[in-house]
């Protein structure tokens, strides 16, 4: 039997008709092999399909071609929207006003762009009258609990199939070799193949690496996986400098320098700024992360990221932080934002707790406007200068030079104050050693 005569004659249970008709179904639909096979896979299941695909950064997709290849597969309706600017303005530079990292290092790349997708695949799917969306996240992940999640906070009467999950699909798919063979058999074009080492996820923040050759965690991986931005070794021995300002910690203008750090451009439009970013950010070098993650299912995974933009833009915005925030607040700060990159990594966008975190900085950031100075070379992106209306240094008390508005005096009855409680630990420590001698 030939793998076509194995698919093709292969008998799908149908679902249940709705008042007569066939149910409809929105689908997250990227094009690639997963999703269309998915997408073929539903439509011989009984579905009247929907595909929507969201225009988030992705450079090789080309949007008119993967809503053609959906209608000649089948989908009844295909959707395809750019959301570049609002995910942008309403999502990236929302969440890195709070300086969230998750676990301290990843920037939140696919986490961040998941609740919009959703968030417009809920909207599509009220216009069309559709009673169930599905993607085509695997039950190994994070994206399945982010879009899921996101589905019942917009919509809590909307029903979700995911095949991955579903055991007939489970059955006939055992890996990447069987959606290969499928697609041969429907006459599906992909342009993914066996030998493909590695998997990726691609949006206007970033760009993830994830298994094949990046499972096995003791090996360095090859210099071509970063593949949208040079390494550090391919940048130019040359240095950049750009000011970057922010309005309550959010970015709104860029200034690219040149000799004598001149101003030779400046960018004030969001999307502008952060494709400008990327850009300076990737022939510099900057923002490559390699690194082991506690997914939120509970396995470990490693993934290799670049990040260009997001990296500078975290840089010079705790920077700006430093000038501005005061003490406390930056304390309360560096322990909220490990709340916001947790909820956004594990799918909490539309929970409850979500935007009272958000309330915290939105107070907090008020004061957070100003410039920050940054030098790139070769992976390197550091602050050198910044300024603010709202800095709270002052030179004549901090320097070491002049006597200023501070009576060094004061701090020695501060100390005695701070000694009290390390004195009375200290003697009741002494006592019971002196105590635990004289026994022996």
């Known amino acids: 039997m030939s793998l076509k005569n194995k698919f093709s004659n292969m008998k799908f249970v149908q679902v249940p008709l709705i008042n007569g008709k066939k149910p409809k179904i929105v689908l997250a639909y990227s094009g690639g092999l997963d999703t269309s096979t998915i997408l073929k896979w539903l439509i011989l299941k009984g579905y009247d ?5 969201a225009d988030i950064g992705q450079i090789d997709d080309d949007l008119k ?3 053609l290849k959906a209608k000649k597969m089948g989908a009844i309706a295909t ?15 929302t969440v890195f006003k709070t300086g969230a990292k998750y676990e301290n290092s990843y920037l939140l790349g696919t986490s961040i762009a998941r609740p919009l997708i959703a968030k417009k695949q809920i909207e599509i799917a009220l216009k069309e009258g559709a009673q169930f969306v599905s993607h085509g996240c695997t039950g190994k992940g994070n994206d399945q609990v982010r879009f899921e999640l996101s589905y019942l906070a917009l919509n809590p009467n909307i029903k979700i199939f995911v095949p991955w999950k579903d ?14 063979q499928f697609a041969e058999a429907y006459n599906i074009p992909v342009s993914q193949t066996i030998k493909q080492p590695w998997s990726e996820d691609e949006n206007l923040l970033h760009i993830s690496h994830e298994a094949g050759i990046i499972e096995d965690v003791e090996k360095e991986v090859p210099d071509s996986v970063y593949n949208r931005s040079n390494t550090p070794q391919k940048a130019p021995d040359k240095t950049s400098y750009i000011n970057l300002h922010f309005i309550s910690g959010v970015p709104a203008k860029l200034e690219i320098l040149g000799v004598n750090k001149k101003i030779v451009s400046t ?18 070098g900057i923002g490559h992360l390699d690194m082991v993650e506690n997914r939120f299912v509970g396995m470990k995974s490693r993934g290799i990221y670049e990040t260009p933009a997001g990296t500078i833009i975290s840089i010079a915005h705790h920077d700006l932080e430093g000038l501005t925030l005061d003490r406390e607040v930056m304390n309360l700060s560096l322990h909220l934002n490990q709340e916001v990159a947790k909820a956004i990594y594990n799918g909490m966008w539309y929970a409850p707790e979500f935007p009272a975190l958000m309330g915290f900085f939105d107070v907090a950031q008020k004061n957070v ?8 070379y070769k992976g390197n992106c550091y602050p050198v200068a910044r300024g603010s209306e709202y800095s709270l240094y002052s030179n004549s008390v901090a320097s070491m030079d002049i ?15 701070q000694a009290i409680r390390i004195l009375a630990n200290s003697k009741v420590n002494h006592i019971a050693l002196s105590q635990k001698k004289l026994k022996k």
Do not use: C, H, M
């Open 49 to 53: 399909v929907i595909t929507f695909t």
């Open 65 to 67: 071609k993967i809503e």
């Open 79 to 93: 959707y395809s929207i750019d959301v570049k600017k609002e995910f942008v303005t309403d999502y990236i530079f």
């Open 167 to 180: 055991t007939e699909f489970l059955n006939t798919f055992e890996g990447r070799a069987d959606l290969l």
């Open 267 to 284: 960018i004030i439009d969001p999307l502008k700024i952060f494709i400008e970013l990327n850009k300076i950010g990737a022939l510099n």
């Open 369 to 376: 406007t100003g410039w920050v100075q940054l030098k790139l």
């Open 403 to 417: 006597a200023g508005g501070y009576n060094q005096q004061d701090a020695i009855g501060f100390i005695k104050l």
